[in-house]
């Protein structure tokens, strides 16, 4: 089994606002969001870290409505936000919302679940000039390097977006580098500790402790992954043929 992560990279740095939007939005989920120390191999615990200009969320393991808060949280904040993840160690992928709206998303293997039409395909495909009109200052030169379609013939293989990336093509951790470009910080360091605070989420409370604090949401992986751990670039990609 591979890594998974799902993030939000949030284009404010305005930590109170984006808690209570955090905070009120679970709560009209049935489950609850509050600050609480803890780490993030710990259930339900997951890290925030703000620069001066943005703010990376960090979701717990098994929270799956990644792309439903990021989306509620370019709405509730009026600011575009960024929905990020790794998909069991095989690829990355985001989706970035303006008002709530998608305006532009990227997937290098679009049919790793099923085939998909042209147009589907198309719209996998990454939009630089989309994305670059959420960020000031930033051009679509810095980042259209990342919209590569991971194939077989693997023409891309054993190359770098940009010389000064840390990750090739086909390393899922190739996401960091594209964050690092749009002025997101991933919030763990290198030994898996938050940078900044760490928070509870959960998305429904059990009725049993309603009174309490609220049971960890259910882990379906018996032994899940580091969430810090670096690419093995000898391990087989799904996709490759060996």
Do not use: C
Not at 155 to 183: H, I, N, V
């Amino acid at each position: 089994m591979g890594l998974f992560l799902a993030m939000s990279g949030v284009r404010s740095a305005d930590i109170a606002r984006i808690r209570q939007a955090l905070e009120s939005f679970a709560e009209a989920k049935g489950g609850l969001f509050e600050m609480r120390s803890g780490s993030t191999d710990d259930d339900g615990i997951g890290a925030i870290r703000s620069n001066a200009r943005t703010t990376t969320l960090l979701y717990p393991q098994d929270f799956y409505s990644w792309d439903e808060y990021s989306a509620h949280l370019s709405r509730a904040l009026q600011t575009p936000v960024f929905s990020f993840h790794i998909h069991d160690g095989d690829f990355w992928m985001f989706i970035a919302y303006r008002d709530g709206q998608e305006v532009a998303r990227f997937n290098p293997i679009p049919e790793y679940w099923k085939p998909l039409d042209i147009a589907e395909m198309e719209r996998w495909s990454g939009d630089a000039e989309a994305v670059t009109a959420l960020i000031p200052g930033l051009s679509a030169a810095n980042i259209q390097n990342y919209f590569i379609r991971w194939t077989e013939d693997e023409s891309w293989a054993g190359r770098k977006a940009y010389p000064d990336d840390k990750f090739e093509y086909g390393e899922d951790w190739q996401l960091t580098d594209f964050m690092r470009r749009l002025g997101f910080e991933y919030p763990l360091d290198d030994s898996g500790n938050a940078k900044g605070d760490t928070f509870y989420l959960t998305e429904k409370r059990h009725r049993s402790q309603s009174n309490g604090p609220p049971s960890a949401p259910t882990d379906s992986h018996a032994n899940p992954p580091s969430r810090h751990s670096s690419p093995d670039p000898k391990a087989k990609p799904w996709w490759k043929f060996w």
